[in-house]
């Protein structure tokens, strides 16, 4: 199949973003172009200050867009109304670089908070349960953040952010707090989920470890996107089966 | 009905010390309010448990009339006039005086309020008067109010087994013959009863035709508003006719006006609930503050700033009633405690229970949306 002729998860053409007022404005962002197909794993590189992150608030749906296009599942986020950006970030699945998991809430507790807010299915404690064991985490469900490790407590943060089968993960140096080892596994974890839910996945990273289980790797440079290394872009799809 | 994660509640509970730090604080803050609003009520009720045990329609009073421990003269011929009015049963005139008498029990001078009146009909809705009515008949014979406040421990003994105890007031000698409960007030730590001519023995600077009130019983079925409005057209202005209600609210407002006892106990009132409303904004506001990293994940998840607002005001909403009800606990036994101590009416009423909780309510909630606008500054965009 020739993922050109789907609709991207997200489409960006000419985005600029600034920050600052009047003299102090600053461009962050210069004429980002970028598509992303449903189905890939795109990991964004690029040194600290490069714009990666305000690029992913702005797709994310959490900062409001100043100049362009940005598309998420067709839909435009130049002109969303307040309501309209929450409704699109409960499409969306959010890993942090620190866990930001409720301190008074267990694992399960912390993944019905998630899967609450998408109503239809009355069963959401069994949802959360076997979430949870998906993620390795089956004895630990009632424990508080504060009694696992960093590394489960990125993993209930990756649970809580797939439960609800987002069509689009945003992840924000999702291994920085954690050893090479849960490092690996966190990421793992994620790229099997994702591929058993069909969902799109951005990572933002400087992990050199875990660059292998993209499909695609972009990389940040001064506000410009200044590779966009896909050699094999036409048969990406097929690219990444095989993989 | 899709069960919730029931947030506020988990907030306010995980962390104990803070949650008996914010209940401490408001069940101080009810408690200073039960107590002042305690003695605001206890003040002007103890003031007219007196008036209210009068058996009178109206209430004819001196225009100087403030309270009963200064009533001021009338003539007493302005209350047979008032006879001759139509629906006018009978009258009956009262003398009243506040004088030191000396304590039978301890000797020593002590504050007294005197009311005499012609025994040959009882004037008041009292069982000790009503039943000792011949032995007042007797010269210098009184009644004296069990509910007097001070040591009148062995006097009452005495009185309760049915002994005379002697005393003096005004350097006469009297008999204390009975008792009679009606209790201490604020303006007289206790009563005395007794007939007209004793009174005016004990006090010979008053004059029988001078008396302090004069109580009017109509027939009935008349408008006692009505009659009281045609006496005072018709009768001269040395004299003001009350109903008896009215003649309590004149005492009421005495102590609220004259006095700065009433707005003591609403300052008192007042300082509660600003010292609740400050305990519980900086419980709720350190609450917010630690969680805001939590709350902007939230608002990134999709949660509207709606129901970041609603777990503030849930979380003040629980902290309000888990403090009310010991604060209300701890002012039931310091009602109790006073009640003992003082023979005041302290009494724990459900009107005050509820509004002593709407303050609480009402206090959580100011809190609450002061707290809120923290909430403001947890950005989703800030915690990637």
């Keep these: ?243 | 009905m899709k069960r919730r994660v029931p947030l506020a509640w988990l907030q306010v509970s995980r962390e104990r010390s803070r949650l008996l730090v914010a209940m401490a604080g408001i069940a101080f803050a009810d408690m200073l309010m039960f107590m002042q609003l305690g003695f605001q009520t206890a003040l002007y009720d103890s003031n007219t448990r007196m008036h209210r045990s009068l058996r009178a329609d109206l209430v004819m009073v001196s225009p100087l009339a403030r309270t009963m421990v200064s009533m001021s003269d009338f003539p007493r011929r302005r209350l047979y006039q008032a006879l001759g009015f139509d629906g006018v049963a009978a009258v009956d005139p009262v003398y009243m005086e506040s004088r030191p008498w000396r304590n039978p029990d301890t000797r020593k001078e002590e504050g007294i309020l005197v009311l005499g009146f012609n025994p040959e009909r009882s004037i008041f809705n009292l069982d000790g008067v009503n039943q000792n009515l011949q032995q007042l008949k007797l010269p210098d014979a009184v009644l004296f109010d069990q509910g007097s406040r001070g040591d009148y421990a062995t006097t009452l003994a005495k009185l309760v087994e049915g002994q005379v105890v002697q005393t003096e007031l005004n350097q006469r000698r009297l008999k204390l013959v009975g008792l009679f409960q009606v209790g201490a007030s604020f303006a007289a730590d206790g009563n005395v009863i007794t007939s007209d001519q004793t009174f005016l023995r004990l006090f010979p600077d008053r004059q029988q035709s001078e008396v302090s009130a004069g109580l009017i019983r109509l027939k009935p079925g008349v408008d006692p508003l009505q009659v009281a409005q045609a006496m005072q057209t018709h009768l001269p202005n040395d004299v003001r006719i009350l109903t008896l209600d009215q003649f309590a609210e004149l005492e009421e407002n005495y102590w609220k006006n004259n006095t700065p006892i009433g707005f003591i106990f609403s300052l008192g009132t007042a300082i509660g609930f600003v010292v609740g409303t400050v305990i519980v904004y900086q419980i709720l506001s350190n609450d917010v503050a630690d969680h805001l990293a939590e709350y902007a994940t939230l608002k990134a998840m999709g949660y509207r700033d709606f129901y970041l607002l609603g777990i503030v005001f849930q979380e003040a909403l629980i902290l309000a009633v888990l403090g009310f009800i010991p604060g209300y606990g701890i002012a039931a036994i310091l009602y109790s405690l006073t009640r003992g101590a003082t023979n005041l009416p302290l009494f724990m009423t459900l009107g005050r229970i509820t509004l002593v909780f709407m303050l609480t309510l009402i206090m959580c909630l100011i809190s609450g949306a002061i707290a809120t606008r923290k909430l403001r500054s947890a950005d989703p965009a800030d915690i990637f």
Excluded: W
């Design chain 1, 1 to 243: 199949m020739d993922p050109t002729s789907l609709t991207p998860a997200i489409a960006i053409q000419n985005l600029n973003h600034y920050y600052g007022h009047g003299k102090l404005r600053k461009q962050i962002l210069f004429e980002i172009n970028l598509n992303i197909y449903p189905g890939e794993i795109v990991i964004m590189t690029g040194p600290s200050g490069s714009g990666k992150t305000t690029l992913l608030t702005l797709i994310g749906a959490l900062r409001s867009v100043q100049e362009g296009s940005l598309k998420i599942f067709d839909q435009e986020l130049g002109n969303t109304s307040p309501m309209q950006q929450v409704m699109i970030r409960r499409e969306i699945g959010y890993i942090f670089q620190a866990h930001n998991l409720l301190r008074s809430l267990t694992a399960k507790q912390n993944v019905l908070m998630s899967l609450q807010l998408h109503s239809g299915s009355t069963a959401i404690e069994q949802q959360a349960e076997a979430i949870l064991q998906k993620v390795g985490l089956g004895e630990r469900i009632d424990y508080y953040p504060d009694h696992l490790s960093g590394g489960q407590k990125q993993r209930v943060a990756i649970a809580r952010a797939l439960a609800s089968h987002p069509r689009l993960v945003l992840a924000d140096e999702p291994t920085a707090a954690l050893d090479k080892q849960s490092g690996r596994d966190v990421v793992e974890l994620m790229q099997h989920l994702a591929k058993e839910q069909g969902c799109t996945i951005l990572l933002v990273t400087h992990d050199n470890r875990i660059l292998d289980i993209a499909d695609r790797i972009i990389q940040m440079e001064d506000g410009c996107l200044i590779r966009n290394s896909n050699p094999m872009s036409t048969t990406l799809t097929g690219d990444r089966q095989t993989a």
